[in-house]
C-alpha cells in the first residue's frame, strides 16, 4: 500500500465508518435476496453472507487496488444475477445446500475471470462499452431488483414470484406492507432533514422500530423462532464464525467438476457486469478528486476480493457508487478508507449479531425497491422525445427487455449489436468526401515560367484532386464509388488524398479496383497519395493496398507519398504531351535567355555580366544553409534546386523546386538578413551568383530594372500561393 501522511487518517477512519453503514444494510439485503429462494432456513445464511462478502471485498480490494476512496462491497448486479440463478435452482429442484455451493463457485470463478480480465488488459476496454448498453443494463437491474422485492415487501411465501405475488391478495400479509411502506417512506423523506446518519441505516431502524409496535397488536411477530418475516438467528458470534468459515470451505471441497459448465455463463455475466460496474464508479472517483486510476490493476484486485469472499462464504460485488460518494464526503482520502470499512463490518458481525437476527424481511425488501428505483435511468425517456436520439432510446428499450426476459449477458450482447449498427449508420451517412480541387487550382511546389504555367492551367480540367476523409468500408462504399464514378472520362489523372482516412476495409477496396479499371480502359491514371503509414486499427495501408493489387498489376495505379509529389509527375507529363521543354540536361542558359524566361528587360542582366559569378554545384551539394548570411542571387542556369525549411529534428517544409531559367534567394538579397531555409542541388546545377554587396558596391544603373523584375516573377508567384489558400479554403 501507498504510505499517506498521518493527517489522513482521521477522514479515512470516519470515511470508512460512513460507508460501513451504508452498505452494511444493502449488503444484508442482497444477501438475503440471494439465498432466500432455496428455502426459508437460507435466509439468516444469505445475511451472513452479505456480511462477509463486505468485510472481505472491504479488506482485500482496498489492500491490491490503486483507487483512492472506493468502497467495494455486494451489489445490485451480483444480486440480479445471482438471485436469478438461484431461482433456477429451485425450479430445478436442486437442494439447499448444493444450490448454495453453486452460487458460491459462481463468485469463485466470477472473481479468477476479473483477475485474467486484468492481467490481459481488458480493463482499458470495457470503457468502450457504449453509454445505452450501460444505461440498458442498469435499468434492468433496477427492475430486476424491483420485481424480486416486491413479494418479499407483500410478505408472500418465498417460492411465489413477481406475477403470481401480484395476483394473490389472500397470500399478502399487512404486517409486511406497513414495515415495507415505512422503511420506503424513510429512505425517501429522511435525506430532506438528516444527512449525518446514511439514510438506509435510519430507515432500518424505522423498519425493525414498526415491527416490534405491530408486535403489540400481534405477540406471535415477537417470536423469532421459524418466523418468516424476519431473518431469524445468523448461528454466528465471536466463536462460531471461525466454524462458519470452515464449514464454507469444506462445501467447496465437495464440487462436482461436472456442474463446471452449469456455472460458467453466469460467473462470465457477472464478472463483466461487476467490472463495469467499478470501473464506472472509479471514472466518477477521477473526476471528482482529479486523479487517474489503473483500470487493469483495479480489475485483478477486485477479482481477488471477489474470490476470497466466495471462499470464505460471502457474496460477490463491486466498486459501489454511494458509499464511495459517502467516503469521499466525510473525509477520506486513501484507500486505506476501503481497509476501515471492511473492519467495521466485521465488527458489526462479531457485536451485532444478535440484534441483525430481528431486522424484517420485508424492510431489507424495501430498502432495495428504492435502491432497485434509483438505478432506473429515468432521464433515458427523454430520448425518445429527440429524433436523434430516438435510435438510442430503442437500445436502452432491448436491453431492458432481453435482461428481464432472458438475462443480462443476453441483454448486453443485445446493446452492443445493436449499439454497433447506431455507429455503422452514423458512419455510413457521413460524407467521406471531403472536398475536391481542380487541377488548375493546385499546383506542385516547382516553380514554373509563364510558358509552363499556360500551358498547366491550359490543362487544369485533365486532374482532379479528391480528398478523403473518414471511414471506407461497407458502409460507405456505393458513396465512395458515387463520388468519384462521375470522373472517368473527362479526367486523365484522378488524385486520392488519403490523408484524412482512418479506416480501410476489403469492400472499399474493391470499388477502388472497380474505379481503377474503368480509369485503365480510358487510358487514364489513379493516384494515390498522402496515404498513412499506419491507420488506428494498426492497418499499414500502402502494403494493403499493394497486397491486394491495387499497385501491382498496372502501371495506371501510382502512389506517391505527398500530394507534392504527384502533382509534380503529373505536371511534368503535361508539359511533355505539350512538347515543351523541360530537360534540365540542356546546355546552360546565357543572360539574354535567362532574360527571356524570366520575362524581364532586354538587358536587365546583360548589364550586371561583370558582377556576376558562374558557379557549379555537383549533384546533392548544398548551394547554402539555414543559419548562414544572405545576399547572394542565384540564377539558374542549368539542373535543379530543392529549397527547404528545416521545422524539427528530422521533419523540413518543401518550400519549392527551381529549374533551368529560375533564381532563388531573392529575400536574403532583399534584406540581407540570415537563411531561413536549405538549397540542394538535386542535379548537377550551374548557375550565376549575384552577390549583393558587389550590386551595392557597383552602382549600377540597371539597379531599378532588377528589382522591378524581381518584384514581377514574386507578385506572380503570390498570386499563384493565394489561389492555392483559396482552393484549400473552400
Known amino acids: 500500500m501507498d504510505k499517506p501522511g498521518s493527517a489522513s487518517w482521521p477522514g479515512d477512519l470516519w470515511g470508512g465508518l460512513a460507508a460501513m453503514l451504508v452498505a452494511l444494510p444493502s449488503a444484508i439485503a442482497f444477501g438475503v435476496t440471494i439465498f432466500s429462494p432455496l428455502g426459508a432456513g437460507n435466509v439468516a445464511h444469505g445475511a451472513l453472507a452479505g456480511i462477509l462478502g463486505a468485510t472481505v471485498l472491504g479488506l482485500i480490494a482496498p489492500a491490491f ?65 457504449p453509454y445505452s448498453v450501460v444505461c440498458g443494463y442498469l435499468s434492468g437491474v433496477g427492475l430486476t431488483i424491483i420485481g424480486s ?31 415495507g411502506a415505512v422503511v420506503v417512506l424513510t429512505m425517501a423523506l429522511v435525506p430532506r432533514v438528516v444527512r449525518v446518519v446514511p439514510a438506509a441505516i435510519i430507515a432500518m431502524l424505522a423498519g425493525v422500530a414498526a415491527y416490534l409496535l405491530l408486535g403489540l397488536a400481534d405477540p406471535a411477530l415477537w417470536n423469532i423462532a421459524g418466523n418468516p418475516l424476519v431473518i431469524g438467528p445468523l448461528g454466528v458470534a465471536a466463536g462460531g464464525l471461525p466454524e462458519a468459515l470452515l464449514r464454507n470451505a469444506h462445501a467447496l471441497g465437495a464440487f462436482d467438476p461436472a456442474r463446471l459448465p452449469q456455472v460458467l455463463l453466469p460467473a462470465l455475466t457477472l464478472a463483466v457486469l461487476l467490472s463495469i460496474d467499478t470501473l464506472k464508479t472509479c471514472v466518477v472517483l477521477d473526476a471528482l478528486t482529479s486523479t487517474h486510476h489503473d ?13 476470497g469472499s466466495a471462499l470464505l462464504g460471502g457474496i460477490p460485488g463491486a466498486g459501489q457508487m454511494g458509499a464511495s460518494m459517502v467516503n469521499l464526503a466525510s473525509g477520506a482520502q486513501t484507500r486505506r478508507s476501503g481497509l476501515f470499512e471492511g473492519l467495521f463490518a466485521l465488527a ?33 425517456l427523454e430520448f425518445f422525445q429527440t429524433r436523434a436520439t430516438r435510435f438510442d432510446f430503442l437500445v436502452i428499450v432491448a436491453v431492458i427487455v432481453t435482461a428481464l426476459t432472458v438475462s443480462l449477458i443476453a441483454a448486453s450482447g443485445v446493446g452492443i449489436v445493436l449499439a454497433v ?27 514554373r515560367h509563364d510558358q509552363e504555367l499556360s500551358i498547366l492551367l491550359r490543362n487544369g480540367s485533365k ?88 499497385l501491382r498489376e498496372s502501371g495506371r495505379a501510382l502512389a506517391f507519398r505527398q500530394l507534392d509529389q504527384a502533382l509534380e509527375w503529373i505536371e511534368r507529363q503535361l508539359l511533355v504531351a505539350e512538347a515543351c521543354p ?3 540536361e540542356g546546355p546552360p542558359l546565357e543572360l539574354a535567355e535567362l532574360e527571356q524566361l ?133
Request: charged share 20%.
Open 65 to 129: 487496488g490503486g483507487t483512492d476512496r472506493l468502497i467495494t462491497a455486494p451489489c445490485a448486479p451480483a444480486a440480479a444475477v445471482l438471485v436469478a440463478v438461484a431461482i433456477d435452482l429451485a425450479r430445478q429442484g436442486v437442494g439447499a445446500e448444493a444450490g448454495v455451493l453453486l452460487l458460491m463457485l459462481i463468485g469463485l470463478l466470477a472473481g479468477l475471470i476479473q483477475i485474467g480480465l486484468g492481467l490481459v488488459g481488458v480493463g482499458r476496454l470495457i470503457k468502450y462499452i
Open 149 to 179: 422485492q416486491l413479494p418479499r415487501v407483500l410478505g408472500v411465501p418465498r417460492e411465489m414470484g413477481f406475477w403470481q405475488a401480484l395476483t394473490s391478495p389472500s397470500a399478502w400479509h399487512w404486517q409486511s406492507i406497513v414495515v
Open 295 to 307: 483500470p487493469d490493476r483495479e480489475l485483478w484486485a477486485q477479482g481477488l476480493g471477489n474470490a
Open 348 to 380: 458489526a458481525l462479531l457485536a451485532l449479531a444478535p440484534l441483525l437476527a430481528w431486522i424484517p424481511i420485508a424492510a431489507l425488501g424495501g430498502i432495495l425497491l428504492l435502491v432497485g428505483y434509483r438505478m432506473i435511468d429515468q432521464h433515458s
Open 421 to 447: 449498427g447506431l455507429y455503422l449508420r452514423e458512419q455510413a451517412r457521413s460524407t467521406i468526401l471531403h472536398r475536391k480541387i481542380e487541377g488548375g487550382e493546385q499546383f506542385s511546389k516547382v516553380v
Open 463 to 550: 486532374t482532379v484532386i479528391v480528398e478523403l476523409q473518414g471511414s471506407l468500408f461497407f458502409g460507405t462504399a456505393h458513396q465512395l464509388y458515387l463520388a468519384l464514378e462521375p470522373e472517368i472520362g473527362p479526367r486523365t489523372y484522378v488524385v486520392l488524398s488519403m490523408r484524412r482516412v482512418q479506416f480501410l476495409d476489403l469492400t472499399a477496396t474493391h470499388v477502388l479496383e472497380q474505379i481503377k479499371g474503368r480509369l485503365e480502359r480510358v487510358g487514364a491514371y489513379l493516384i494515390f497519395t498522402d496515404i498513412p503509414r499506419g491507420l488506428p486499427s494498426g492497418l499499414k495501408m500502402k502494403r494493403y493496398l499493394r497486397d491486394v493489387g491495387l
Open 582 to 584: 523541360i530537360d534540365d
Open 598 to 730: 524570366l520575362g524581364w528587360k532586354p538587358g536587365t542582366l546583360g548589364n550586371l555580366a561583370a558582377l556576376l559569378e558562374p558557379r557549379h554545384f555537383p549533384a546533392g551539394s548544398r548551394v547554402f544553409t539555414a543559419g548562414m548570411p544572405g545576399g547572394d542571387l542565384v540564377f539558374i542556369r542549368r539542373g535543379t534546386l530543392r529549397v527547404e525549411m528545416p521545422i524539427a529534428k528530422k521533419e523540413i517544409w518543401h518550400i519549392g523546386t527551381f529549374g533551368r531559367g529560375d533564381f532563388i534567394g531573392e529575400m536574403g538579397f532583399l534584406d540581407s538578413q540570415r537563411r531561413a531555409s536549405d538549397a540542394l542541388a538535386l542535379t548537377d546545377t550551374d548557375c550565376f551568383i549575384l552577390s549583393r554587396a558587389r550590386f551595392d558596391a557597383a552602382g549600377s544603373p540597371a539597379s531599378a530594372d532588377i528589382f522591378e523584375g524581381l518584384a514581377r516573377v514574386l507578385a506572380m508567384r503570390l498570386r499563384f500561393t493565394n489561389k492555392e489558400l483559396r482552393a484549400l479554403r473552400s
